[in-house]
Structures are given as C-alpha cells and as structure tokens.
C-alpha cells in the first residue's frame, strides 16, 4: 500500500513570496489533515479536511494561508506571502475517517520550507 | 484546552538500558493516547495507542499504560537497541469536533553501543 506522498521535500524561498505544497492521501482516507512542525516543537494542526469539506481550520492564518482539497482526493496549501516565521516543515497526514477518535493518521515525510 | 508534556530531552543511553519517556497531558473530555516516532529521515508513524483508562499499548518491546488517575502514558522499554534511536513524540486526540492530534514537543533517544 502506498503511503501518503509530498511534493516538493525542500523549498527555500524569500519573504513575501508564495508557495505551494502537494499532498497526495493514501487511497481510500476521507480524512487529510496539514500540520506545521516548527523545529523544536511537536506538529501543530493547520486545517482538517473531511472528504472535500472543511472540518476544523481554527489555527490557520487565513490572512496568508489557503488549503483545498479538490474532489475529496489530493490537496493543496499555499502561503501567500510568506513570512520569516513560517519556516518549518509541513506535513500532511490521512485517516480513514471512520473512526476519528481512535485510528491511525499516517504521515507524509513533510516538506521543508525555509524562508529567507 | 488540550495540552501534551513530555520530558525533555536529549536522552542517551547505552545499548540494552531500560527506557522511561515521561509523558502527562490535559484535556476537555476523555483523551485517546498515541505515541508516535519518527527515525532520522523519516516521516512519522504510529508506534503505540490506547483508547481507554488501563488499557496498554505495546509495539516492537514498547510499552505505555494509559493512567487516567494521574493523567499519564509514560513510554517504557526493557532493553533499547541502537536502532531505537529516534524522536518520540506523545500525543492526544479528544474526537471534540475536530480529531486534530495535539502533540508534545517530542524526546530525542540517541541509543550508543
């Protein structure tokens, strides 16, 4: 089985530029969840996506940040601009959604921002 | 709110030490448990859970009991191996609404031979 895969690993970009990460689910995952994992620190939830609709984007800063995930499949964040502070590594994880409370999330291997 | 406190790290230790990771946690509701893993590059997975008060979750010789009296699910290993060395990162899920994972700050294991 394949797991859920991340496009690109590594981006270096400068402030007030955009960018965009992929995250392709594992097959079959209703649930796709993007987490920010700042160095030093545990992953921190952005945005939790239930099929194609939005169950939970509170920590998102909507002023810059952006996420969908089209026909309940891939999904896509981008950061526009970006600031200093957004350096970290961003994952994606997926679920099945069938039992939210107790199941698995598995995870991508995150893309590495750094913004200079 | 929820929050996850493990101890901090870095911890060494030499090849068949036993291993104690403490983790505590906070929560509004009743909590499942994780431990989650991630080696040197690579992304994180599962490495144990439990759902309810004294259940225990065991994975590759790992061992953590889900103590609802003292808020608890300390991370345990007889004999650590060079390949267990990793980040360990404890971490809760409530299923309040969203069934976000809130995660402690993680413990680096560097295990020597």
């Known amino acids: 089985e394949a797991g859920v895969a991340q496009s690109p690993r590594y981006k270096i970009i400068e402030k007030r530029q955009s960018v965009a990460f992929w995250c392709n689910p594992i097959s079959g995952h209703a649930t796709l969840y993007w987490y920010q994992q700042i160095l030093g620190q545990g992953p921190k939830l952005l945005i939790q996506?239930?099929?194609?609709?939005?169950?939970?984007d509170s920590q998102l800063p909507k002023d810059r940040f952006s996420a969908e995930r089209l026909k309940g499949v891939d999904s896509t964040l981008k950061i526009q601009p970006a600031k200093l502070e957004d350096s970290a590594v961003y994952l994606c994880a997926s679920s099945l959604g069938s039992e939210p409370k107790a199941e698995t999330q598995y995870f991508g291997p995150g893309t590495r921002l750094l913004v200079l | 709110g929820n929050s996850v406190t493990q101890m901090e790290g870095p911890v060494t230790l030499s090849e068949e030490a036993f291993l104690t990771i403490n983790c505590t946690y906070t929560?509004?509701?009743?909590?499942?448990l994780f431990w989650y893993v991630q080696y040197p590059g690579e992304g994180l997975q599962l490495l144990l859970k439990a759902t309810k008060a004294d259940d225990k979750g065991s994975n590759k010789g790992f061992e953590a009991t889900y103590r609802k009296e003292t808020t608890s699910f300390h991370l345990e290993k007889g004999s650590v191996q060079v390949s267990d060395s990793a980040v360990y990162f404890c971490a809760l899920t409530t299923g309040a609404g969203s069934y976000q994972l809130t995660f402690g700050k993680g413990t680096k294991l560097s295990v020597i031979p």
């Open positions: 996506f239930q099929n194609n609709g939005v169950v939970d």
């Open positions: 929560a509004t509701g009743y909590p499942s």
